[in-house]
């Protein structure tokens, strides 16, 4: 996964509601319908949402009939997860400043 790959994720999970998303997700795929559900947004707003998502490769779709299903990509959140789990910093460098 090289540098864009993760900043499209990043940028996609900084917003609260897609972080919400992505959570639902986790449990399973979702319609559209039950998403919508979840939020007080309009459905032009949480397709704005689902087309990030499904950009930076975090989600996945498919339309069954007029119902459009979502559910995550989880060759993308492997790699993501490694990314993450490859940062590192050293205990001993560290300055004593709090990080909030």
Known sequence: ?????????????SDSNRLQIVQMLSAGERCACKLL????????????????LCECGLVRDRQVGKWRYYSLCGE??????????????????????NCK
């Not at 996964?1 to 999970?13: E, Q, R, T, W």
């Open 37 to 52: 559900e979840a939020f007080e947004i309009t459905q032009p707003t949480l397709s704005h949402h689902m087309k990030i």
């Open 76 to 97: 993308t959140l492997r790699g993501f997860k490694e990314f993450i789990e490859n940062l590192s910093y050293d205990d001993q460098k560290e300055s004593g400043a």
């Open 1 to 13: 996964m090289n540098s864009m790959d993760i900043a499209l994720i990043c940028k996609a999970l």
